[in-house]
């Protein structure tokens, strides 16, 4: 158990529908990232957010949006659902939310199935 | 922006032989190189990383190596067991304030035959 924990474990939903993945870091964790982890496409950063700011952005759709919360739970709110959009969704966490400075730990994911 | 790749896909190997994974990056400026391993259904771990001022990094079966100026790292499993077989995942990026993110490879599915 890394500490990282995520809600839902699994989501099934349709096209069009708009879901929220809830992703609570570690104690004292400041850096929160989000990745999506599909069959073809392996690991993509999609977005970090530290101490409540954006700090780095990847990949990620404009139907994707992300927030950190004063209490460091950030959620990843996904909109206008494809099937393209069926994945794990992971949330990692660290302490600086520098690469190389600590290490990120990751939560358990979100399956996320579109249909 | 960055580009990480590894190969092979997939490998297999005898339990008690050494597997080994490579991977090579674009950028570089990056100077930060973990390596993570993903068992079924689970998430991935970080199992050993390595920084560019350090040519190479042990810790008990695993090691990993880089090479700067060719712009490659590989993961070194010696001695492999059973409990080894799992997705492998390289990654690169730069530590510095600001575009700090990791930059995954696709992914080596290894698998030990008993």
């Known amino acids: 158990d890394s500490g990282v924990t995520q809600t839902p474990k699994h989501l099934i939903t349709a096209t069009g529908q708009r879901v929220t993945l809830r992703c609570s870091p570690r104690?004292?964790?400041?850096?929160v990232y989000w990745y999506q982890q599909s069959l073809d496409q392996g690991l993509q950063f999609l977005i970090q957010?530290?101490?409540?700011?954006?700090?780095a952005k990847g990949n990620i759709l404009e139907r994707f949006s992300a927030q950190q919360f004063p209490d460091l739970h950030s959620e990843l709110n996904l909109s206008s659902l494809e099937l393209g959009d069926s994945a794990l969704y992971f949330c990692?966490?660290?302490?600086?939310?520098?690469?190389?400075?600590?290490?990120?730990?990751f939560g358990p994911g979100t399956r996320l199935t579109v249909l | 922006g960055e580009n990480v790749e590894q190969h092979p896909s997939t490998l297999s190997v005898q339990e008690g032989d050494s597997a080994v994974i490579k991977c090579t990056y674009s950028d570089s400026a990056s100077n930060y190189f973990p390596w993570y391993k993903q068992e079924l259904g689970k998430r991935p771990q970080l199992i050993i990383d390595?920084?560019?001022?350090?040519g190479e990094k042990k810790d008990q079966r695993i090691a990993v190596t880089l090479n700067k100026t060719a712009k490659h790292f590989s993961l070194h499993i010696t001695e492999t067991q059973p409990e080894d077989s799992a997705v492998y995942f390289c990654?690169?990026?730069?530590?510095?304030?600001?575009?700090?993110?990791?930059?995954f490879g696709t992914g080596t599915r290894l698998t030990i035959i008993p």
């Open positions: 957010y530290y101490n409540g700011e954006e700090r």
């Open positions: 990654a690169a990026s730069k530590m510095s304030f600001g575009n700090e993110k990791l930059t």
């Open positions: 104690s004292g964790d400041l850096s």
């Open positions: 990692a966490s660290s302490i600086t939310g520098t690469p190389g400075t600590d290490t990120q730990y």
């Open positions: 390595i920084r560019s001022n350090v």
